[in-house]
T-cell receptor
Framework: GDSVTQMEGPVTLSEEAFLTINCTYT??????LFWYVQYPGEGLQLLLK?????DKGSNKGFEATYRKETTSFHLEKGSVQVSDSAVYFC???????????FGKGTLLTVNP | DTGVSQNPRHKITKRGQNVTFRCDPI?????LYWYRQTLGQGPEFLTY????????KSRLLSDRFSAERPKGSFSTLEIQRTEQGDSAMYLC????????????FGSGTRLTVV
């Protein structure tokens, strides 16, 4: 079945550091890929998405590129801020399906 | 558009009691989903409605769980005879049928069974 594997957390960075959170997936066909962010006490918010191979999703300085050859969708940001502290979830939706399959999440803490 | 609204935000109940959660989706969204998130895990799919029809139920949804969406508007999720293992965050989301707009999630209802 479909699955998503994220790098284990927690990740602790200093402000302005470079961020990478790895995400790989297993799915048949061509799934859509997503990154969601969950701030403390809140629900999930869509951060960015990509719907086909080589697409780059971007939002708020975050980027991720859909790599079909490596089945990956790694999240990157060049300079993190304290306000980026949250849990980040990688997810996929199989082609023609409506369900999201999530990874376990990666807790990011950014210190001033 | 006020987003997806879930009530209550928190619920503490004794084992064996029944609980009911409510979700109000974005008004123009036809699809509604329930997910469950336990500590340290990503959300897991529970069930899905298209308008008022419940089209899929996960094996995670035991006989003690029931969900409804009367008239294709708000939805309720009821858990009967709660168990400690039911403690989790219950997330509701909605989406439009057309296009690839993705989900909009509510803030969730955190259930604690003591």
């Amino acid at each position: 079945g479909d699955s998503v594997t994220q790098m284990e957390g927690p990740v602790t960075l200093s402000e302005e550091a470079f961020l990478t959170i790895n995400c790989t997936y297993t799915a048949t066909g061509y799934p859509s890929l997503f990154w969601y962010v969950q701030y403390p006490g809140e629900g999930l918010q869509l951060l960015l998405k990509a719907t086909k191979a080589d697409d780059k999703g971007s939002n708020k300085g975050f980027e991720a590129t859909y790599r079909k050859e490596t089945t990956s969708f790694h999240l990157e940001k060049g300079s993190v801020q304290v306000s980026d502290s949250a849990v980040y979830f990688c997810a996929l939706r199989a082609s023609g399906n409506y369900k999201l399959t999530f990874g376990k999440g990666t807790l990011l803490t950014v210190n001033p | 558009d006020t987003g997806v609204s879930q009530n209550p935000r928190h619920k503490i109940t004794k084992r064996g009691q029944n609980v009911t959660f409510r979700c109000d989706p974005i008004s123009e969204h036809n699809r509604l989903y329930w997910y469950r998130q336990t500590l340290g895990q990503g959300p897991e799919f529970l069930t899905y409605f298209q308008n008022e029809a419940q089209l899929e139920k996960s094996r995670l949804l035991s006989d003690r769980f029931s969900a409804e969406r009367p008239k294709g508007s708000f939805s309720t999720l009821e858990i009967q005879r709660t168990e400690q293992g039911d403690s989790a965050m219950y997330l509701c989301a909605s989406s439009a049928i057309q296009g690839d707009y993705g989900y909009t999630f509510g803030s969730g209802t955190r259930l604690t069974v003591v």
